[in-house]
């Protein structure tokens, strides 16, 4: 591994072919200080990349993991500083680091904030910074880092089901009455198809609760190996893969959106959210969750 390679205190790389992998690598093993030098001479020889500022947000959310929220913190703060001067001259999303690391450097000061048990001020910030982020590719990550923090116990936001696969969706408020289940994927995520089976077992079982899934999805502008499509193309491939790998949850309604996956913070997938008979978010999950913990969660 990197840490093996390179003696502590000495920075000897021949190229800087991935500046964000090494400095990952590095955090991996807990040599936060390799790490750091490393970014730094970097910087050194380059300046500020949107490479550099993606590996200096990786310092702050390994300290985060860390629990060394000081550094977190600082780091966080000035991966946002040196992004917001990049932004200056170029639109954020002219290519895919540099909204990573405004992304993640919002999302580190926001948990650092709840960490140090200011959630309402947690929730003020990433707001704010959802304001000023609303047009952007992060809009949905602060979204989600805004819900894992306050939608729990609110009414679930509606959804757009104008455009859809499988079953006909109905709004969220006709499924009052009735549990549901929400299970955010994306035709290209590996674990949602992993999910699939767990849903289709878990709608058996909760039938005779009256359990409603429901599946959204949205448009990435592309299908199989990263190949860009249309509209239409990318619509015919989304219906392929639930036909593939998703043969017991046809019949689910599966609204088509980017919106419902930015108003619910599905920037992770799969997301799950359980909604109660009364239409409030009991559960809010970013990630996979397993047979026995969906069933924890609807036995509450």
Known sequence: MLSKLIPAGLIAVAAWANIVADVRALIDHNNFTLADAMLQKYRTEHGVTPEMLEALSWLGRG????????KAQAYAVE???????????????????LPLALGAAIEVQGQVLNERGDRSGAVAFLRKQLAAYRGTSIRARIQKNINLLNLEGKAAPALDEREYLGGKPVPLTSLKGQPVL?????????????????????????ANKRLAVVAPTQRYGYVARGEEAGPAEELKYIDE?????????LHV????????????GASTTPTLVLIDRQGIVRLYHPGRMTLEE???ALNK
């Open 63 to 70: 300290s985060l993991a860390a629990k060394q929220l000081d």
């Open 79 to 97: 991966t946002q500083r040196l992004a917001l001067e990049q932004l200056k001259n170029r639109p954020l999303d002219a290519e895919v680091h």
């Open 182 to 206: 929400l299970f955010f994927w994306a035709h290209w995520c590996g674990d949602c198809k992993e999910e699939g089976p767990i849903l289709a077992q878990i709608e058996k079982e909760y």
């Open 241 to 249: 893969i639930r036909h593939k790998f998703y043969g017991d949850l």
């Open 253 to 264: 309604p599966a609204p088509i959106s980017d919106e419902n996956f930015k108003n619910y």
């Open 294 to 296: 969906i069933r924890a």
